[in-house]
């Protein structure tokens, strides 16, 4: 009987497993569909808001979020172990604390977006553009592409899409902060950081001075180095990009030879006081660059730098010091090919000297000779050839070390077996007070017992020297200014030390930052004007002649012109192809703080015959032509692809992914 009953209960137990397996919704397997088999997939559970467990997105001004995030990561773990979630926690350090926590947080609300009433909420596009566009430069300096997880229009949503500000906490924050400061008013003033940048932290200090003064700064790039460093300008002016009819443009050029470094700190640290003292309301740099446009390129030969810098470094002993002397003064002067660029650029003053008997020759617009392009042509050199050509430069210097003087053209002496002869230029008096308006300003460099390194010489007592008086080279960046273009360059020589030590750069910025802005507002001295036709039309390419000097300056696009010239009087002559020529006496004051107007209106008239003839040196081309058989170009595009192929290491920076879970994140690498 015992045995029956258990053998009842056995059944009846079966019979309801049975009920509930026939009753459950059967497994689909892949064949089922195929067999016609009725199956039903078990249906997911709906994703609730949770809480958010993320360490460096734990001060977020919501507490929850949801799971799958935007980005589709279906776990918190799956999150954690992206690449995404790597970078928001090395920001900081890659960065050097710069646009944290605004990226970090920014990064989270698309890792954790937030989560209320079970629903994800996404944030607001306008935060990542302003975001963006204040940080960008930040990436741009470290070489990193901006992270495509904080793309604008692709993760964040409009306001009237129903948004969040993601930084909503970080401002309650930073509101509270300033509210606890003592209110004792204290005088606002310029915060400069005296030390050594990198190439890449120089480049981002540009950029973020041209963001922090959007309406009066910009960057652009001239062209790249031999290794593919950016050539980065920054320009200073009240319409920033575009030049305005009769507004002077100037230019500052460092760190022509690389391991002559005061200069290009000086310049980095300049353009921090410009943006910034406009800012906080300095009338005197805002009348300078309401009225000027200012381009400074601190670092013409980055990869000079970047070699001086490292050799300096390691030759950082200080029971060795002849061995600091001797590596400052040789290693990095030239460019990635070992090209002094000071050397590079085409040798017109010996063309200057050949023709200067030939009756309707003149001293300017020189055109440069075919054969210069078969020539090696340094891409730094190249680069800066284009722009002077491209914007109408009315004065311009340029930084070395190695002593402490202003020189001015000409480089080459007028006699080929003299090294050492004074050798002017038809502006000789005009260069002579461009130079002591520097050698003046600057704290010693004028003075009867400021300090001579003797390098090359006995130097002038006053601070300035005609540049083959000094000594004699030819193919000189100076030279070629004042031969070819309208602009007046000087080479102002900041000290004997040519990579000083980091605690002295402070004392060389007091030294030279009252010269550096008295230099720049001398560009208004001389005249300004505009020559027009009859009907009232700028007349471009018009020439600009002073009696008693064989060199003449021509107008810009519009018309426009400027001429420096010492006090005193002068005859001007206006002229161009097709025009009659139109002549002007004028008198310019011994204290004139401004340029002088003089317009010139030309009547039509028939060209002629021998006019186009002076315009042109015989045998030398047109001023047209550059590099008129792409020479330069193919030779360039060679060298890179060699380059390239010898650099293909990652940016610094890449073995903080080089690990991270999955796939390398190539994303961060930037395209150019």
């Not at 081309?621 to 020479?631: A, K, L």
Request: hydrophobic share 35%.
């Amino acid at each position: 009987m015992e045995f029956m009953r258990r053998k009842m209960k056995t059944i009846v137990f079966l019979n309801a497993l049975v009920t509930v397996i026939w009753c459950a919704s059967p497994r689909c397997n892949p064949e089922d569909e195929f067999l016609g088999r009725f199956c039903k997939e078990p249906e997911p559970e709906k994703p609730k808001c949770v809480d958010i467990m993320m360490n460096y997105c734990d001060d977020m001004s919501y507490t929850h979020t949801m799971f799958p995030n935007i980005l589709g990561h279906r776990t918190r773990e799956e999150a954690e172990l992206g690449p995404e979630y790597l970078l928001l926690s090395v920001v900081h350090n890659l960065l050097n604390g710069e646009c944290t926590p605004d990226i970090r947080m920014l990064g989270c609300s698309v890792l954790v977006p937030r989560c209320e009433k079970e629903k994800v909420l996404k944030p607001c596009r306008s935060t990542c553009e302003a975001v963006r566009k204040s940080c960008r430069h930040a990436f741009e300096g470290i070489e990193m592409a901006w992270p495509y997880f904080l793309d604008c229009d692709r993760f964040f949503v409009s306001d009237q899409e129903g948004c969040y500000d993601p930084l909503e906490g970080l401002r309650v924050t930073q509101e509270e902060d300033q509210a606890s400061i003592d209110n004792t008013p204290e005088e606002p003033h310029t915060v400069i950081q005296f030390s050594y940048q990198s190439n890449t932290q120089m480049n981002s200090i540009l950029k973020k001075t041209a963001a922090q003064c959007p309406e009066i700064a910009t960057t652009y790039s001239i062209g790249r180095s031999v290794e593919g460093k950016d050539l980065l300008v920054i320009e200073f002016s009240n319409n920033p990009g575009v030049h305005e009819l009769l507004e002077p443009e100037m230019k500052y050029i460092g760190n022509m030879h690389g391991n002559e470094v005061l200069g290009r700190q000086l310049l980095i640290y300049l353009t921090q006081y410009l943006c910034s003292e406009y800012l906080l309301g300095n009338q005197r740099i805002q009348s300078l660059i309401n009225t000027t446009r200012i381009h400074i390129l601190p670092s013409m030969n980055p990869d000079g730098y970047e070699l001086a810098a490292a050799e300096v470094q390691g030759t950082n002993d200080p029971e060795n010091e002849e061995a600091q002397n001797y590596y400052s003064w040789t290693l990095g002067r030239g460019n990635a090919q070992n090209i002094d660029l000071n050397r590079n650029f085409p040798d017109l003053t010996a063309v200057a000297y050949g023709r200067r008997r030939h009756r309707h020759f003149r001293s300017d617009h020189i055109p440069i000779p075919d054969a210069y392009w078969f020539d090696k042509v340094a891409p730094e050199t190249y680069a800066v050839m284009k722009w002077i050509r491209s914007i109408p430069f009315v004065l311009s210097a340029n930084f070395h070390g190695g002593e402490l003087v202003v020189s001015y053209p000409y480089d080459l002496s007028k006699h080929p077996l003299e090294e050492k002869m004074f050798s002017p230029t038809p502006d000789e008096q005009v260069f002579k007070q461009i130079a002591r308006t520097y050698a003046d300003a600057h704290a010693t460099m004028s003075g009867n017992n400021s300090e001579r390194c003797g390098s090359f010489g006995s130097i002038g007592q006053d601070g300035i020297i005609n540049g083959a008086k000094w000594y004699s080279f030819a193919g000189g960046m100076q030279d070629f200014n004042y031969l070819h273009t309208n602009c007046l360059e000087v080479t102002v020589e900041l000290g004997c030390d040519k990579f000083p030590a980091e605690e002295e750069l402070y004392t060389g910025w007091q030294d030279n930052k009252e010269a550096l802005l008295t230099f720049m507002e001398s560009v208004h001295r001389g005249i300004k004007g505009i020559v027009k036709d009859a009907d009232g039309n700028g007349i471009k390419g018009a020439r600009i002649s002073v009696r008693g000097i064989r060199h003449d300056i021509t107008t810009a696009e519009n018309g426009d012109y400027w001429r420096m010239l010492t006090a005193g009087i002068h005859i001007l002559t206006a002229s161009a192809p097709g025009y009659t020529r139109a002549m002007k006496k004028i008198h310019l004051p011994a204290r004139m703080q401004k340029a002088g107007r003089v317009d010139f209106v030309l009547q039509k008239a028939d060209v002629e015959p021998d006019i186009e003839e002076d315009y042109n040196i015989p045998s030398m081309g047109t001023y047209e032509r550059f590099d008129p058989y792409n020479q330069f170009e193919r030779y360039s595009i060679r060298e890179q692809n060699q380059n390239r192929e010898e650099r293909q290491e990652k940016p610094w920076w890449w073995s903080y992914f080089s690990r991270a879970h999955g796939s390398a994140p190539t994303w961060l690498l930037r395209i150019d």
